[in-house]
């Protein structure tokens, strides 16, 4: 069955340190996986997804993820972090089985201290 | 590009009313929406996959009778929450798929609804 954790709950991180929030997904079949973030009484933002090709991939507001097959991960990271970047985010992955449904992840709040 | 849009942005309505949410791609056609409902500090729950021109599939556990889906066009779906009550409250999403090499959902801003 297709899955995707998010280890945790909250990352905390201080502004202009590199931040990572994690990711790993169970899916049958090539993974097709995204990042999305939402802010407060908001919907979901895309960020950047995977499908194919390189195995860094570049999205909007300078975040970046990294596919990692072997370890079927996919952990989102931004080298500098901003106040602004605190939200909660989501990890997805498209279901496999042609229904073109994605599985969520619980989500993990960044909290960017000043 | 890949704009969607929801409206209303939040409602308070009485219980026993029923409620309808617009969910329309702005700038490409959809064939397919999907309805999420979210609760406090939770992920997204996925309630139905609209389809257009078809009837829409209900995920486990969710009344189509209770909440009424239409995707009367390539560009809206629309989700009724028929007779609310107050357990209905909630924040509902709407998403666009994107099809092809570009594969992805685009989100609307949600809606909140209160049932009073």
């Known amino acids: 069955a297709q899955s995707v954790a998010q280890p945790e709950d909250q990352v905390n991180v201080a502004e202009g340190n590199p931040l990572t929030v994690k990711c790993t997904y169970s899916?049958?079949?090539?993974?097709?996986l995204f990042w999305y973030v939402q802010y407060p009484n908001r919907g979901l933002q895309f960020l950047l997804k995977y499908i194919t090709g390189d195995n860094l991939v570049k999205g909007s507001y300078g975040f970046e993820a990294e596919f990692n097959k072997s370890q079927t991960s996919f952990h989102l990271k931004k080298p500098s972090a901003l106040v602004s970047d605190s939200a909660l985010y989501f990890c997805a992955v498209r279901d496999g089985t042609g229904t073109y449904k994605y599985i969520f992840g619980t989500g993990t709040r960044l909290k960017v201290l000043a | 590009g890949a704009v969607v849009s929801q409206h209303p942005s939040w409602v308070i309505c009485k219980s026993g009313t029923s409620v309808k949410i617009e969910c329309r791609s702005l700038?490409?056609?959809?064939?397919?929406m999907f309805w999420y409902r979210q609760f406090p500090k939770q992920s997204l729950m996925l309630m139905a996959t609209s389809n257009e021109g078809s009837k829409a599939t209900y995920e486990q556990g969710v009344e189509k009778d209770k909440f009424l889906i239409n995707h009367a066009s390539l560009t809206l779906s629309t989700l009724t929450v028929t007779s609310a009550h107050p357990e209905d409250s909630s924040f509902y999403i709407c998403s666009a798929r994107l099809p092809g090499v570009q594969e992805t959902q685009y989100f609307g801003p949600g809606t909140r609804l209160l049932v009073l």
């Open positions: 899916v049958s079949g090539n993974p097709y």
């Open positions: 700038d490409f056609q959809a064939t397919t």
